[in-house]
């Protein structure tokens, strides 16, 4: 076990060494700290960042923007992939509206979701529209995969569908459930401060990050692209440890 840990943790490191040796490569061959500036830059730039109360405002302001939206479409894609699951016309019905969803070009409708909802209520739609069809087809499959004869068996013993969803539904899918999360998070945050970059409503990641850009603040830039990257491998593993104790 240990030398398997060891093994994980030494592929992980070299992992993050690559990308740094990468980094230190690049910023050396282009030289221009407002393209790529230099990791000593951007340490500086983090160590600023975390000193200031501000910075935790402005985090908080997009995690909790995205924990809402996330959690909104976790339960709509819940709602819909039981309903498909045990109606093929709801199935039918949601098919194209999920298609249309999942294919259709951020950029070809968020102007319009910025003029009908304006720039504060627009990246909760904006990610919600991206995340959701993920969500809703990850746990669809789930339902999927289940043994039908398991659900026939507790449908004998009880007509109640609500008793098949707790008692069959819900814990096999529960381990799908957490790895689309685990999908849909890290891609959830990046839609949200895409469309906060567009959108720019105030005291937000993408607000600002657009600001340290405007201002040719690149170490800056990198230093808020740290956080975000920190924050989602922190909630990855947070909830890979949630599904290993299931």
Same mark, same amino acid.
């Given at each position: 076990?240990?030398?398997?840990?060891?093994?994980?943790?030494?592929?992980?490191?070299? %992992?993050?060494?690559?990308?740094?040796?990468?980094?230190? =490569?690049?910023?050396?061959?282009?030289?221009?700290?407002?393209? $790529?500036?230099?990791?000593?830059?951007?340490?500086?730039?983090?160590?600023?960042?975390?000193? &200031?109360? /501000?910075?935790?405002?402005? !985090? =908080?302001?997009?995690?909790?923007?995205?924990?809402?939206?996330? #959690?909104?479409?976790?339960?709509?894609?819940?709602?819909?992939?039981?309903?498909?699951?045990?109606?093929?016309?709801?199935?039918?019905?949601?098919? *194209?509206?999920?298609?249309?969803?999942?294919?259709?070009?951020?950029?070809?409708?968020?102007?319009?979701?910025?003029?009908?909802?304006?720039? $504060?209520?627009?990246?909760?739609? !904006?990610?919600?529209?991206?995340?959701?069809?993920?969500?809703? @087809?990850?746990?669809?499959?789930?339902?999927?995969?289940?043994? /039908?004869?398991?659900?026939?068996?507790?449908?004998?013993? #009880?007509?109640?569908?609500?008793?098949?969803?707790?008692?069959?539904?819900?814990?096999?899918? &529960? *381990?799908? $459930?957490?790895?689309?999360?685990?999908?849909?998070?890290?891609?959830?945050?990046?839609?949200?401060?895409?469309? @906060?970059?567009?959108? /720019?409503?105030?005291?937000?990641? %993408?607000?600002?990050?657009? /600001? @340290?850009?405007?201002?040719?603040?690149?170490?800056?830039?990198?230093?808020?692209?740290? $956080?975000?990257?920190?924050?989602?491998?922190?909630?990855? @593993?947070?909830?890979?440890?949630?599904?290993?104790?299931?």
């Amino acid at each position: 076990m240990k030398k398997f840990i060891t093994k994980i943790n030494f592929w992980l490191f070299g %992992g993050i060494l690559f990308i740094l040796l990468v980094w230190f =490569f690049a910023s050396r061959i282009v030289d221009n700290s407002i393209v $790529i500036p230099k990791i000593s830059e951007v340490l500086q730039a983090l160590g600023s960042l975390l000193q &200031t109360k /501000q910075t935790y405002v402005v !985090i =908080f302001n997009t995690i909790s923007r995205l924990i809402l939206t996330v #959690s909104i479409s976790f339960v709509l894609a819940l709602f819909c992939s039981i309903l498909a699951g045990s109606i093929t016309r709801v199935k039918d019905f949601l098919k *194209p509206i999920m298609t249309l969803m999942r294919t259709t070009p951020v950029a070809a409708v968020i102007i319009i979701l910025l003029m009908i909802f304006g720039n $504060i209520k627009s990246p909760y739609i !904006i990610t919600s529209l991206v995340i959701l069809p993920i969500m809703y @087809e990850g746990i669809l499959v789930s339902f999927e995969n289940i043994d /039908q004869g398991i659900i026939d068996e507790v449908k004998m013993l #009880s007509n109640l569908n609500f008793r098949v969803v707790k008692e069959v539904y819900l814990p096999i899918v &529960t *381990p799908q $459930i957490l790895s689309t999360l685990v999908a849909t998070i890290g891609l959830g945050l990046k839609v949200m401060v895409m469309s @906060e970059f567009i959108a /720019q409503p105030n005291n937000t990641i %993408g607000y600002v990050m657009l /600001q @340290e850009k405007n201002f040719l603040e690149m170490d800056y830039v990198f230093a808020w692209t740290i $956080i975000l990257v920190v924050f989602v491998l922190l909630v990855e @593993e947070l909830l890979k440890i949630i599904k290993t104790k299931l």
